[in-house]
């Protein structure tokens, strides 16, 4: 079973701060998935990274594949109080089998 | 609209009564699997469908059974619940392993 490690495990910051969420694991991944999920729902898609060293923007959300494809991180930039919620990546390891981060719970304080 | 569907949402029961889940998507996914998600644990798979008929264990199949006899439907069975299986449910499915799941809404389930 491979290794992997999100942090930090709860994030409560104010309104307007930045921050940054970890992804790491002891194995390569073929890609991976960063999730946001909110109480009483699934979790839903944020981005998919694929190539090693790659970036994704998506409004104030930076999404940053490592070089050597075992880390991932998301930075969010004037954090809002709708960005509230548990994180989740889920990498792929090259099999069918899937396996989550325990995820970072991220409160953002008016 | 595009969506995986879990029944019940909410269950309470009582230890060895056998009960199911349903899981059904709209989307015409190969990929189905099954996750509890527990405080500090995160999201475990329980088991995986790549296709009708084709099912395989995932992380925490104990005490689970599944069966996919059709592509949309992938049902979660307890045959004997015991308390430890007391947790938040969900189901997800894809066009394969990795690509992105899309995520039912969670059916949260109490053994007693």
């Known amino acids: 079973t491979q290794l992997l490690e999100q942090s930090p495990q709860f994030l409560s910051i104010q309104e307007g701060e930045n921050l940054t969420v970890y992804c790491n694991s002891s194995s390569v991944f073929s890609s991976l998935q960063w999730y946001r999920q909110e109480p009483g729902e699934g979790p839903v898609l944020l981005v998919t990274?694929?190539?090693?060293?790659e970036v994704k923007k998506l409004k104030r959300l930076t999404f940053q594949f490592g070089d050597a494809r075992k880390d991932s991180s998301l930075h969010i930039t004037a954090a809002q109080p709708g960005d509230t919620g548990l994180y989740l990546c889920g990498p792929n390891f090259g099999n069918e089998k899937l396996t989550f981060g325990t995820g970072t719970r991220l409160t953002i304080i008016p | 609209e595009a969506q995986v569907t879990q029944n019940p949402r909410y269950l309470i029961t009582v230890t060895g009564k056998k009960l199911t889940v349903t899981c059904s998507q709209n989307?015409?996914?190969?990929?189905m699997s099954w996750y509890r998600q527990d405080p500090g644990l995160g999201l475990r798979q329980i088991y995986y469908?790549?296709?009708?008929?084709?099912?395989d264990k995932g992380d925490v199949p104990e005490g689970y059974k599944v069966s996919r006899k059709e592509k949309r439907n992938f049902p979660l069975i307890l045959e004997s619940p015991s308390p430890n299986q007391t947790s938040l449910y969900f189901c997800?499915?894809?066009?394969?392993?990795?690509?992105?799941?899309?995520f039912g809404d969670g059916t949260r389930l109490s053994i007693l």
């Open positions: 997800a499915s894809s066009f394969g392993g990795d690509q992105p799941q899309h």
């Open positions: 469908s790549m296709n009708v008929e084709v099912t």
């Open positions: 989307m015409n996914h190969e990929y």
């Open positions: 990274v694929v190539t090693g060293g």
